[in-house]
């Protein structure tokens, strides 16, 4: 099992950025890839970005571009940089791991999730 935190969502204007982060805690080396997701009220869990460890990182055409996946692998810690944020980038994000296989596109191919945090783009 693997514990996820995020951190570092808010309030911030059109255009501006924020960085999120993603602790891990507990068998942090059963997983192979990591993942953000988010959900706007209504909506379903849409994809961002994802990262495994050999290097691979893919990113969603809605924020292509705008966003940065890195992560500290001396502090177990992921994070998501956004930029340019928009209105639409309105969201609760949430930070998730999971094994190798799978889509990973998918919330299906993660089984570990963060708890969510809140961002807010205001126009």
């Known amino acids: 099992q693997v514990n996820l935190v995020e951190t570092g969502g808010g309030l911030v204007q059109a255009g501006g950025s924020l960085r999120l982060s993603c602790a891990a805690s507990g068998r942090t080396s059963d997983f192979y890839r990591m993942a953000w997701f988010r959900q706007a009220p209504g909506k379903e869990r849409e994809f961002v970005g994802a990262?495994?460890?050999?290097?691979?990182?893919t990113y969603a055409e809605s924020v292509k571009g705008r966003a940065t996946i890195s992560r500290n692998d001396a502090k177990n810690t992921a994070y998501l940089l956004m930029n340019s944020l928009k209105a639409e980038d309105t969201a609760e994000y949430y930070c998730?791991?999971?094994?190798?296989?799978?889509?990973?596109?998918?919330?299906?191919?993660?089984?570990?999730w963060g708890q969510g945090i809140q961002v807010a783009v205001s126009s």
């Open positions: 990262s495994n460890w050999s290097g691979w990182t």
């Open positions: 998730a791991a999971g094994r190798a296989g799978g889509f990973p596109y998918s919330p299906n191919a993660y089984a570990s």
